[in-house]
């Protein structure tokens, strides 16, 4: 009987106890990266899928004088901005804010060099004049495939010969040139690249335009 009469006596002191897990609780989770790199102090904002574009608007408002690096519209609605810790306190409690996650700086592949290249070459990787290292993601163009359609490559795979010479070599040089730009293990942009000919040129690069759309229609066909 005393027991009982001391839970009634403490159950009003409970019930009048401030409680924090309501709010806690109805806040956005903060997703960590799933890979890559964290960058601190950013972050991508995904509200949910029923909210409004007013709602949307005044989710970004609550970043002030900060702008919103990217606003998405439409199914996935949302921004992506540097939000600082206060910032986050105060979108984390929007209900239509569905959850916050880190952003993160994350590759494909990885990257690759190469030392003393030609001036074409690196110029390519680097807005900087008089550079000589063309870098790269080490994928290189595999599994892709680069049609030439010119005087044909010095190789012995030749796709097709529309050039009517009867000839599938290169008698000009101007496709293998064209060819070594593409896919060459030196020179080339994709060195891994598979390169194929469609020869539509001979010797004096002299040919109607029938010949050039004859390769130009076989690849049509090809896709």
């Known amino acids: 009987m005393l027991y009982t009469s001391a839970v009634l006596a403490l159950l009003p002191l409970a019930l009048a106890a401030p409680t924090t897990s309501g709010p806690i609780d109805k806040r956005a989770?903060?997703?960590?990266?799933?890979?890559?790199?964290?960058?601190?102090?950013k972050y991508i904002v995904k509200l949910k899928s029923s909210a409004?574009?007013?709602?949307?608007?005044a989710a970004v408002a609550k970043l002030g004088k900060t702008k919103a690096n990217h606003i998405f519209r439409g199914k996935f609605k949302g921004f992506a901005s540097t939000i600082d810790a206060d910032t986050l306190s105060a979108i984390q409690p929007l209900p239509e804010v569905?959850?916050?996650?880190?952003?993160?700086?994350?590759?494909?592949?990885?990257?690759?060099?190469?030392?003393n290249a030609p001036w074409?070459?690196?110029r390519l990787s680097s807005k900087t004049r008089g550079k000589t290292t063309y870098t790269r993601d080490d994928s290189d163009g595999a599994g892709t495939c680069?049609?030439?359609?010119?005087t044909g490559i010095l190789t012995t795979h030749t796709l097709a010969n529309y050039a009517?010479?009867?000839?599938?070599?290169?008698?000009?040089?101007?496709?293998t040139h064209v060819a070594g730009t593409i896919g060459r293990a030196t020179y080339g942009v994709a060195k891994k690249t598979k390169l194929y000919a469609v020869k539509v040129h001979e010797l004096w690069l002299?040919?109607?335009p029938g010949y050039c759309l004859g390769g130009w229609n076989l690849?049509?066909?090809l896709f």
């Open 29 to 41: 989770p903060i997703l960590q990266a799933r890979t890559g790199q964290v960058v601190p102090g």
């Open 52 to 57: 409004s574009d007013a709602a949307l608007t």
């Open 98 to 115: 569905e959850y916050i996650e880190e952003e993160a700086i994350y590759t494909i592949n990885t990257f690759v060099a190469q030392s």
């Open 120 to 122: 074409g070459l690196a």
């Open 146 to 150: 680069s049609y030439v359609i010119d």
């Open 164 to 175: 009517g010479d009867g000839s599938n070599t290169d008698g000009n040089g101007h496709g």
């Open 206 to 208: 002299v040919r109607l």
């Open 219 to 221: 690849l049509a066909h």
